[in-house]
C-alpha cells in the first residue's frame, strides 16, 4: 500500500529515544561525580491492567536511563490515609526526587486531595495546581510542566517549529493535557485558541491553526478539511477502534484523520509513534531536573 | 453633540452601587445574627499619590458597606522582612478576614514572596498561584476569583449576556486581568482566544468575538471595523489621553473606540463607569464570601 503524503512525519519514537539517552549519559555523569542516583517512586492502587502495564513500562524506562525506581503498590479498597501515609514516606526520603501517582485512582478515593499530598518539589507530574498557577501566571516558573503537554512543545521545538506569532488551536481543556498544552503554547507567545466540547463550529477555528494540538480522545474528530494548508499537527489522541484485522480485534488512531491529514499539514504525529513516546521521557526529564534541582547541580 | 449609538450601555456604576447595597445589607443581617464584623486589611508600601488614593477608596468603600478596615502603611524603604511582618500578623489577627497588598511595590521589594506570604485564606485579590491554578484546572474552585475578571463576568450575568458557546476574545494575559478573565470566560464554558502584543494581525480574530474583553492598556487599540455586528464589548482599559479642555490636562478612555464601537456593538461598557467601580465591589463581595468561609455563615 502506498500512502501519498506530502507532509513531514514527526517522529515522536526517535525523539523520545535520543532524549532518554541524553538523560542516560546526564544520570551516569551525575552518579559519576557526586553518587547520587536519582529517584522516582510510583504509587499504583488497585489492579487495573492498564495501570499496571504503564508503571511497568514507567519502571522499565527508569531502569534504561539508570533511575532507580520505588514502587508502593496498594490494594483497590485501602483509605486515603493509606495512600498519604506512603504519600509522605516518599517526601521524606532523600532517595526518592520524583513521586508519581498513578491515575485513575478508585472511586473512593479523593484525588485532589491526593494529589495536593505529593510535595510540590517532587512533583514530576506537574499536576499541583501550584504548578500549573505558575503556568498560568507571567513571571513565574512552574518546577514541573505536566509531561504528556512538555512532550509536545519539546516536538515543535526539536524539528524547528517556530511558534511565536503564530495561531495556535488546542482540542481538549483537561488538567493533564489540553489546559496545559495552551498554557504552554501562550507561554511560547503563540495566539490560542481552546475548542472544547460545547464549542459550535470548531472546524471554523481549527482552521486558522498554523499549530494544531488534539487531545479530545475522539476517533477521526479532525478532518483533512479542516487543517490550513501547511499547519503542524501534533494528535495526542489514544483511542481504541475496533479492527477485525488486528490480532486484539483493535487498532490505536488519534482524534485526526492521519491519512487525509497528511496530505495538507506540512507536519503530523503518527499514533502510534507521535506524541505517546514523549510522555514518558519528559518523566525521565522531569524527574532529572528535580535531582538537580534538590541537589543544586549543574 | 448627539452619538448615533444602537448599543445598550452597560452601567457598571449603576451594577456596582447595587451590589454594594445588597453586600451592605448582607453584612449587616451577619453582625446583627452573630455579633461578626468583616474586616479587610490593606497594605500600602511607599507613597505614591495613585496608590494612596486607591487605598483611600477602599476603605470608603469598606465603610460604606459596614465591612471594618485595617491598614498598615510602610515607608518606601522598609525591607521584605517588614511587609511580612505584618502580612503575618494579620493572617493570624481574626479580626481581618481579607488581606491586599496595594500594588505596585517598591522595586527593591520582590513581589512575589510578598504575595505568597498572604494566607490563601484571606487572599481576596485572588493572586496566590494556588488560586490562580485552581481557577485554570477543571473540578478544583479557587477560594478567590481577581477582582477586575470577576467583574467583569459579574456584568455579563447582570446583563443576562449568555456565555456557553460563544467565540469569547481577550485582549491581554497579565496575571490581574487578562489570563483570569480568559479562564473565566472558558469555566464559563465559551470558546476562548488570547490575544497579546505579539499577536499578528489581532483584528481578524477580535471580528470573531461574540464577547470581547479587553486589557491591554492601549487607547483606541479596538476600532468600530474591527469588532463582529452585535459583540458584547467589555472594555476594561482605563488610559490617561491628553486633553487640553480638560482641568485636569488629561482625560481617561478605554482601549474600546466607544463612538466607533457603540454603533456595531449590542452592548458596551463606557469608560469611566464601566469595569471600573465593579472592582472595588467585587474586592467587597470576596471579603464577605471570606468572612462567611471562615465563619461557617450562610
Ligand atoms: N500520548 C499520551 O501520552 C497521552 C494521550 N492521552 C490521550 O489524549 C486524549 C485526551 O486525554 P485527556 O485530556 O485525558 O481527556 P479528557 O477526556 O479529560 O478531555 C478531553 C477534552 O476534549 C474535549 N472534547 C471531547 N470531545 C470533543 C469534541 N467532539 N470536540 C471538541 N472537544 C472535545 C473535552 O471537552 P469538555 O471539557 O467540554 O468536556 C475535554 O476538554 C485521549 O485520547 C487520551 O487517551 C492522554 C494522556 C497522555
Ligand atoms: N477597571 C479596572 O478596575 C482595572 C483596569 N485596569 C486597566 O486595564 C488595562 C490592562 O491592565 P493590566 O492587565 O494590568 O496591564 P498589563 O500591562 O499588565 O498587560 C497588558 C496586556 O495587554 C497586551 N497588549 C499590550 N499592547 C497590546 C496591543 N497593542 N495589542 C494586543 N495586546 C496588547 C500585553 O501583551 P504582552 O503580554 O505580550 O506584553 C499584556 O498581556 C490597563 O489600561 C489598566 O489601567 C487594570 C486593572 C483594574
Known amino acids: 500500500m502506498t500512502t ?26 551525575i552518579k ?14 488497585g489492579s487495573r491492567k492498564d495501570s499496571q502495564t504503564y508503571v511497568r513500562n514507567k519502571k522499565k524506562a527508569c531502569e534504561e536511563v539508570g533511575i532507580e525506581s520505588f514502587e508502593a503498590s496498594l490494594p483497590e479498597d485501602c483509605t486515603e490515609e493509606d ?9 521524606s526520603n532523600p532517595s ?14 479523593n484525588e485532589e486531595k491526593i494529589l495536593n499530598a505529593v510535595t510540590i518539589e517532587k512533583d514530576v507530574d506537574g499536576f499541583h495546581p501550584l504548578n500549573i498557577g505558575r503556568l498560568a501566571m507571567q513571571g513565574r516558573d512552574p518546577l514541573f510542566v505536566p509531561c504528556t503537554p512538555k512532550g509536545c512543545m519539546e516536538l515543535l521545538h526539536r524539528y524547528n517549529i517556530e511558534i511565536k506569532g503564530k495561531r495556535a488551536v488546542v482540542i481538549g481543556r483537561s488538567n493533564i493535557v489540553g489546559m496545559p498544552a495552551a498554557l504552554l503554547l501562550q507561554r511560547a507567545n503563540a495566539t490560542i485558541s481552546i475548542v472544547h466540547s460545547k464549542t459550535k463550529n470548531p472546524e471554523e477555528i481549527i482552521r486558522q491553526a498554523d499549530i494544531l494540538i488534539s487531545a479530545a480522545g475522539v476517533p477521526n474528530l479532525v478532518r483533512g478539511s479542516w487543517l490550513k494548508p501547511g499547519a503542524v499537527v501534533i494528535d495526542v489522541g489514544i483511542n481504541a477502534v475496533d479492527d477485525s484485522e488486528s490480532p ?9 484523520c492521519f491519512g487525509e491529514a497528511s496530505s495538507v499539514a506540512s507536519a503530523i504525529t503518527p ?11 519528559m ?14 547541580l549543574k
Chains 1, 2 share one sequence.
Do not use: C, W
Open 4 to 29: 501519498e503524503s506530502s507532509s513531514i512525519i514527526i517522529d515522536g519514537k526517535l525523539v523520545a529515544k535520543k532524549i532518554r539517552d541524553e538523560i542516560a549519559s546526564e544520570v551516569a555523569r
Open 248 to 256: 486484539r480485534g483493535y487498532r490505536l488512531v488519534g482524534d485526526v
Open 96 to 109: 526518592v526526587h520524583g513521586i508519581l501517582v498513578q491515575l485513575p485512582l478508585p472511586q473512593h478515593i
Open 271 to 281: 499514533v502510534p509513534g507521535g506524541v505517546g513516546p514523549m510522555t514518558i521521557a
Open 83 to 91: 495512600i498519604i501515609k506512603h504519600i509522605s514516606d516518599f517526601n
Open 32 to 45: 559519576d561525580s557526586t553518587g547520587i542516583v536519582p529517584g522516582l517512586a510510583v504509587i499504583l492502587v
Open 283 to 296: 518523566l525521565l526529564s522531569n524527574t532529572l531536573s528535580s535531582v538537580k534541582r534538590i541537589h543544586d
